[in-house]
């Protein structure tokens, strides 16, 4: 049978078999993507029949999920702060628990700033989600997005142009701050999800991480990699009056507090925990 709920049932077992948490929804995303509309139609749409081509292109990509290929790369799209990014292999995946980084910054830029012009740096920007997500909330900012990847660039690139904020974000190719350095920039807000797992950590990784960059994953030996050049340069980029915010991780966190309170850069430090209660940012304020 080819109608909707047949197939829905089938790739529903074949995804539970193979160990996916999420089967039934995967293969709704999935089949939404191969009918090009959106997953709530499936419901009243069961007298649709594919055709033998859409048939085997969905079981082709039921067949990549099976292998634990992560869907944002299979459809090429991932949802942030309710804004459809594009995605695609060769960039990291944004993660719903770095929607509190964003949040974390907006709630305190209304507090610091309160409608203020702002300069902001966001550092190791990936698909520009973190950028777009601030540009989208703070209308009078300017950010400068880094990123040592071309691959990360060039799909930021498409996300920024998605949106219409080539005049507000730009993209700039280099290693966490320093281009920032060069250019003798100065920042109200700098925020960053840099890569943070250890790699004694890497095992207990959920096994679909091994599709991304290992660059976007890996935080050196410790983790703590990037934190330290943090603290090393982050006094040559910070005004006066500032936001930092980074994204950690939870088994790190008193690592990385203790790394930023001996450093003494900031004027008050703050942790925040995600949505299941885990440490997931750290805020550095002066």
Do not use: H, Q
């Amino acid at each position: 049978m080819r109608n909707i709920s047949c197939i829905l049932r089938k790739s529903t077992k074949i995804l539970k078999r193979a160990g996916i948490s999420t089967p039934r929804l995967d293969a709704e995303i999935l089949l939404s993507y191969i009918l090009k509309f959106d997953r709530a139609k499936l419901y009243y749409s069961d007298d649709i029949i594919l055709d033998k081509r859409s048939l085997i292109e969905f079981f082709s990509l039921i067949k990549k999920r099976k292998k634990r290929k992560p869907l944002a790369y299979i459809i090429k799209r991932k949802e942030f702060f309710s804004f459809p990014l594009y995605i695609e292999e060769g960039v990291f995946i944004p993660r719903p628990e770095t929607e509190i980084l964003v949040e974390v910054i907006l709630k305190k830029y209304k507090e610091k700033f309160n409608g203020e012009e702002v300069l902001i740096a966001d550092i190791c920007t990936g698909s520009a989600n973190i950028a777009i997500a601030l540009a989208k909330n703070i209308k009078t900012a300017k950010i400068y997005a880094t990123d040592i990847s071309d691959k990360a660039l060039e799909i930021a690139e498409v996300n920024i142009k998605k949106f219409n904020l080539e005049n507000r974000i730009f993209l700039i190719k280099g290693d966490l701050i320093k281009p920032l350095i060069e250019r003798n920039l100065k920042f109200d807000i700098i925020v960053s999800n840099p890569p943070y797992v250890a790699l004694n950590e890497l095992y207990i990784v959920n096994s679909e991480i091994f599709y991304e960059p290992k660059e976007a994953i890996l935080g050196g030996y410790d983790g703590l990699k990037y934190y330290k050049e943090f603290v090393k340069f982050l006094p040559k980029v910070i005004k006066t009056k500032y936001i930092v915010a980074f994204e950690i991780n939870s088994l790190k966190a008193k690592e990385i507090l203790k790394l930023f309170k001996k450093a003494k850069i900031f004027r008050k430090i703050s942790l925040f925990k995600d949505y299941s209660k885990n440490l997931r940012v750290l805020l550095g304020e002066g």
